[in-house]
């Protein structure tokens, strides 16, 4: 059975404290790695998505990292407006859908 | 990416009835999902929906309390069964449009009495 956890359950900055998300998988044939944006109120928002090893994919001040075992979340200098719940979920095995962990909710406080 | 809308945004439900949530996606899609997103929770998958077949439910869900109807490539209807408090939730529908990325919609927060 596929499981991702992710640390820590929650985590506050203050304004341009750089840090790190953490998400550790569980997974038969991984097909994808994806995290995801989630605002109070509204549906997840897709940020990126991770095939391999080392692979790694960047988008303004979040940059996303895989290993075999667990996926970072790398948050540089962040902003108020960055504090959001970050998901992480995974794709494999003979599944079509995503599997995802309880998420880490962010406070970037200014 | 798709644009993803939801009916209704929010309901207040009793105990013992149905509701039914509509999901419409501005481009035609193959696979379509719903997921559940109870308090504190993780995002659960109930169901797959294809057109033009039954859906494909997860363990733990079944088609009686969850029935799906997916009539066309846009559209997609989730309907809660006989409802109890532990329905209380958020139903998210999503899509992929070719690759392995879904795409969420902005999700149905239901409250059962």
């Known amino acids: 059975e596929d499981q991702v956890t992710q640390s820590p359950e929650a985590l506050r900055l203050q304004e341009g404290e750089s840090s790190s998300l953490n998400c550790s998988y569980t997974v038969s044939g991984l097909r994808g790695l994806f995290w995801y944006r989630q605002d109070p109120g509204k549906g997840p928002e897709f940020l990126f998505t991770l095939y391999s090893a080392g692979e790694e994919k960047e988008k303004e001040r979040l940059k996303a990292t895989l290993t075999k075992k667990e996926s970072f979340l790398h948050i540089t200098a962040p902003k108020p407006e960055d504090s959001a719940t970050y998901l992480c979920a995974v794709f494999g095995g003979g599944a079509d859908g995503l599997t995802f962990g309880k998420g880490t909710h962010l406070i970037i406080q200014p | 990416s798709a644009v993803i809308s939801q009916k209704p945004s929010r309901d207040i439900c009793q105990r013992g009835t149905s509701l039914t949530i509509q999901c419409q996606v501005d481009s035609q899609v193959t696979m379509m999902f719903w997921y559940r997103q109870q308090p504190g929770q993780s995002l659960t998958l109930i169901a797959t929906?294809?057109?033009?077949?039954?859906?494909?439910?997860e363990s733990g869900f079944v088609i009686d309390k969850f029935p799906i109807s997916r009539p066309n490539l846009t559209f997609s209807t989730l309907t809660v069964s006989n409802m109890s408090p532990e329905d209380s939730s958020i139903y998210l529908c999503?899509?992929?449009?070719?690759?392995?990325?879904?795409?969420f919609g902005p999700g149905t927060r239901l409250t059962v009495t």
């Open positions: 929906a294809n057109q033009g077949s039954e859906a494909t439910y």
């Open positions: 999503s899509v992929t449009t070719g690759g392995n990325e879904q795409y």
